[in-house]
């Protein structure tokens, strides 16, 4: 620990634990005795008739030609929400690389053993074999998943988070530095803003086109046809995009982290 | 029986708490904090369940068949999300914390004191 | 105009998303992009509220252009009214008062700078303008998680670690109690349209369940207004966020909780607690008269500026909550007129203090002796003018919103209320004019802690303070930029001509009536009907406000005076049998805000506990 970052030890407070731990199982039972009053008034369970969940099971198919209710209460019905929940992941990330930066005192460097003398083992043959042949078919699997949203499960959110996990089959197979050294993470920021950019800007065409904002004004299809309603599968592709951008930056500035960032030598040590 | 899954939710929200009040490691107090929020999932998904009902997905059952909520679960989903990011900007900072102080006990860190 | 409306918040957005896209190419034309969108978003809601004020009922739009069938919300609702729309353009003025002090204060902020405020702007607006309660929800943790990310900003100092941290923690168990309330409210009702769910309660009697959910959202809510004991977090992270995100930060982002709890219950919770209201305003001029009083008394100790600063906010917070507390017409103009102007005020104050650090690289108050008049002889004009509006002198600042509380009070039968909140803007304004003279005008003694008796901070802390602030701005330079001068004048000037108009007064009554009528906002939400307006009361100003307006002035300058006299004579005032314990409560307090976040969330446990039984109490 250098002298210059503040040095840790445990600060004097005007509680101590054992008091602290005291007043929060106190409070906590008394939390618990409100929480269990208030929800004593919950109709019975199983038994539920709110009313905007019965009126949407009955008119989103035949309004918005969406077979699955739940993509289109995200992406037709409270688009807005879904608006929001999208920019609060984009300004986590934003959040997470400013937090993790490469700072001045840091260098690029292979990762090292904590044993002196000790190289890291890469992965295994099979791993490798394994690993590298699953990231093809989870891309995949992303896509269609993204696709048929408004059909049968899924949706954007669901999609891009699997096509970030074909990043974790590259670092498990060992194959991160390789990966990292082509340098995609231009790409990947751009590919989060544009699906970010991509959800207002669709939002925005339905002004454009007369009606109302994040209207769905496409034409729809059938119910259960891939191309069948409206502005919500773009939407759902455009936060597909969003999410996978996201979530391929926020495992990678880890992995950077882990991996990847050194201290420079010759810098302070701690 | 039908209160259930409302009191385990309450338990959950409280343990999670609990977690987080008397955590000695940053990441441990994170966790705690992810707990606290999913005890929301349960209570959302326990208050939209309907007995015997179907997801409301109808591509492949007729339309007036009994289905769950939608809403709750669009909300749900809404909030994983929500939790996600919160998790990993506070995962970000235990990071931080970590290489810079050396130290992940949050009673340890250093604030700005007057 | 009504189909634009959700612009207010999708522009911001998109500009914020095209700056995550672009490559760095110069500091200059992100700072025009973002000055230029954020004087874009003034100009709309400026042009939404002049065209609200012209109608007699609020703008709705649908998002989605989703129509609501027989009573029944299918869709999100934006709801204009003069009130919230009001609120959302002075977040919008703050915005770009923060982008136009930003540019010449920082290095080089970066991309991800500008595109974390846009985005924080467009949340702020959102959350003012939504007319649904899940959607409020969303727009809170989208606000809640860009200020964790800028307070985050230089997370290489301890400091602003920490203070992220517990911002971050202790919010999110807000938000979490925030959820239990919509989903209480969702099981019973079925909807999430404000309206929708109001007209449900109406005639339902208040049980455990109406209550616990107007609990569970108060507290969330009032976690992030940073009500006592919820408020440990906001001093550490206002102390340590950028100087220009403490612009918007202590200006508006902390009344937005106050704002979320008054419409939650004027369009919900009114029908249901009616028969209560008098145990309910009790519950909440506790916590606002004990949030009042903490906030002043702790912030006569602080000589970090930023730091006093929020102290000063949580006060003042306080007094809004009087304002809503009451539950009537006056009290919410009452709080309208407060948050206006010491909004503008305390955001003035923050701009001036960053001119200051920008300029001598310190930002503690006994390090900055007399270093103030480096600083060009306005900025000084202005801070004190600032100090003084805060207290409220006849006509200026705080004034009106404070006269009209007076009243407000007095007619609900709480008189007493007022000596509380008068005794906090009294040492509020006192402490922020101590700052200013010593800062300023090299009163009081040098590299000496204040009279208090009380102890001051070690050398090395002050360092640490020190260093921090450095390496926030562009070094220590020759000028002060005009652009800074200018923006914090504005701002101040802004907050002090909210006391100077009698007519704004009556508007203000006028817009807090329709605000507090449930009826007219489910009729116009729900189904495009316009219900008569309601008659609204007209305070004339009168000899009591003025009286008080003098005392608070009076006693400010006094307080001030006193206090950077030389040491001993105050001292001797205090009887020698008290100086123990009040030096012993006094040390207590301090300490109880440790840093630890362990601590804040147990103490916000013990508040929410607290809270909950009072108002399970009062509404039996």
Request: aromatic share 10%; net charge neutral.
């Amino acid at each position: 620990m250098s002298a210059g970052e503040g040095p840790a030890r445990r600060r004097d407070s005007e509680i101590s634990f054992a008091t602290r731990r005291r007043l929060f199982l106190v409070s906590g039972a008394v939390l618990a005795a409100l929480m269990t009053w208030a929800l004593a008034g919950m109709p019975a369970f199983g038994d539920y008739h709110g009313i905007y969940g019965l009126l949407l099971n009955r008119v989103a198919v035949p309004q918005e030609h969406a077979t699955n209710v739940i993509t289109a209460v995200n992406f037709d019905y409270r688009g807005f929400d879904t608006l929001g929940e999208e920019f609060i992941l984009f300004a986590a990330v934003l959040g997470l690389a400013l937090i993790l930066r490469e700072r001045r005192d840091e260098e690029e460097g292979p990762p090292d053993d904590d044993a002196v003398g000790r190289q890291v083992s890469g992965a295994s043959v099979a791993v490798r074999l394994i690993t590298v042949t699953l990231v093809g078919p989870t891309v995949l699997l992303a896509g269609y998943i993204i696709a048929h949203g408004a059909i049968t499960p899924g949706g954007g959110f669901q999609g891009g988070v699997i096509a970030a996990t074909a990043l974790l089959f590259v670092y498990l197979g060992g194959e991160y530095l390789a990966l990292r050294r082509i340098r995609p993470l231009p790409l990947v920021e751009i590919t989060k803003a544009t699906g970010a950019a991509g959800f207002v800007l669709i939002g925005i065409a339905g002004l454009i086109w007369g009606v109302a904002f994040l209207d769905n004004w496409l034409p729809k299809g059938t119910p259960g046809d891939v191309f069948s309603a409206g502005t919500m599968q773009l939407l759902s592709v455009a936060v597909g995009f969003e999410i996978t951008g996201g979530f391929v930056l926020i495992l990678s500035e880890f992995l950077d982290q882990t991996i990847v960032l050194r201290r420079r030598r010759g810098a302070r040590s701690g | 029986m039908s209160f259930l899954p409302f009191a385990i939710a309450i338990w959950i929200f409280l343990v999670g708490l609990y977690g987080v009040v008397s955590s000695h490691h940053l990441v441990h107090l994170v966790i705690c904090l992810s707990v606290v929020q999913s005890s929301t999932y349960l209570l959302l998904l326990g208050i939209g369940y309907r007995t015997n009902g179907a997801a409301s997905i109808f591509v492949d059952i007729p339309l007036n068949t009994k289905a769950v909520d939608p809403v709750v679960k669009a909300l749900t989903l809404t909030d994983v999300v929500v939790g996600a990011a919160v998790t990993a900007l506070l995962l970000a900072l235990a990071v931080q914390a970590q290489k810079r102080f050396g130290t992940v006990d949050p009673d340890e860190l250093d604030p700005l004191r007057d | 105009m009504d189909k634009l409306a959700p612009l207010v918040v999708a522009g911001p957005f998109l500009i914020a998303a095209l700056f995550a896209i672009s490559l760095p190419l110069s500091r200059r034309r992100d700072d025009i992009v973002s000055i230029v969108t954020a004087s874009a978003g003034v100009v709309f809601v400026g042009a939404m509220l002049i065209d609200v004020l012209s109608r007699d009922v609020p703008v709705v739009t649908w998002v989605g252009g989703w129509q609501p069938r027989a009573g029944v919300a299918l869709g999100i609702s934006m709801a204009f009214d003069p009130l919230s729309t009001s609120l959302a353009l002075l977040a919008a003025v703050l915005v770009c008062a923060a982008f136009l002090f930003a540019w010449r204060y920082f290095e080089t902020p970066g991309p991800i700078f500008h595109a974390l405020m846009l985005v924080f702007g467009g949340a702020m607006a959102g959350f003012c303008l939504s007319g649904d309660l899940f959607n409020l929800f969303v727009f809170f943790e989208l606000m809640s998680v860009t200020a964790y990310a800028l307070t985050a900003y230089r997370s290489e100092e301890s400091g602003p670690l920490q203070g992220a941290l517990t911002f971050a923690v202790s919010n999110t168990v807000g938000a979490v109690f925030i959820l239990f309330g919509i989903a209480l409210l969702y099981a019973r009702t079925g909807a999430l349209n404000l309206a929708q769910i109001g007209v449900a309660l109406a005639h339902g009697h208040a049980d455990g369940l109406v209550v616990g959910s107007f609990a569970f959202l108060c507290i969330g809510f009032m976690v992030k207004a940073a009500v006592v004991p919820f408020h440990f977090w906001l001093a550490d992270a206002y102390a340590v966020a950028p100087t220009p995100a403490c612009v918007i930060f202590s200006g508006v982002m902390s009344d937005l909780g106050i704002y979320a709890i008054a419409r939650v219950y004027w369009t919900m919770f009114d029908g249901p607690f009616q028969a209560h209201l008098e145990t309910l305003r009790l519950v909440f001029l506790l916590f606002g008269g004990v949030t009042a009083l903490w906030g002043a008394v702790l912030c006569l100790a602080q000589h970090h500026l930023k730091r006093l600063l929020a102290f000063v906010t949580i006060s003042q917070i306080g007094m809004a909550l009087i304002g809503v507390g009451l539950f009537s017409t006056e009290g919410i103009a009452a709080a309208a007129l407060l948050i206006a102007a010491d909004g503008l005020l305390r955001a003035g104050l923050f701009v001036a203090i960053g001119a200051v650090i920008h300029r001598t690289g310190s930002v503690n108050e006994l390090r900055l002796y007399y270093l103030g008049r480096q600083v060009p002889r306005p900025l000084a004009a202005i801070f004190f003018a600032g100090a003084l509006g805060l207290a409220g002198p006849p006509f200026l600042g705080a004034f009106s919103g404070k006269r009209v509380l007076e009243h407000a009070a007095i007619d609900v039968g709480h008189g007493w209320i007022i000596v509380v909140f008068v005794v906090a803007a009294i040492l509020t304004a006192a402490a922020v004019l101590r700052a200013g003279g010593r800062v300023f005008l090299g009163w009081g003694e040098p590299a000496e802690d204040d009279p208090i008796p009380f102890g001051h901070p070690t050398g090395s802390e002050v360092e640490r303070d020190d260093e921090e602030a450095e390496a926030e701005t562009t070094g220590a330079p020759d000028t002060t930029p005009p652009v800074m001068i200018a923006t914090a004048g504005a701002l101040v000037a802004g907050g002090l001509a909210i006391g100077l108009f009698p007519a704004l007064v009556d508007k203000t009554l006028d817009a807090a009536a329709r605000f507090t009528d449930r009826a007219a906002y489910a009729a116009v939400v729900l189904h495009g009907a316009k219900l008569p307006l309601p008659d609204a009361p007209n305070l004339g100003v009168d000899a009591l406000g003025i009286l008080f307006g003098l005392l608070s002035v009076g006693g400010a300058v006094g307080i001030a005076l006193a206090v950077l006299s030389p040491r001993h004579r105050v001292r001797e005032l205090v009887p020698l049998p008290l100086r123990g314990p009040i030096r012993g409560t006094y040390w207590a307090v301090r300490r109880l805000h440790s840093g630890q976040a362990g601590d804040y969330v147990t103490w916000l446990s013990v508040g929410a506990a607290t809270f909950g039984v009072l108002l399970a109490a009062a509404t039996r």
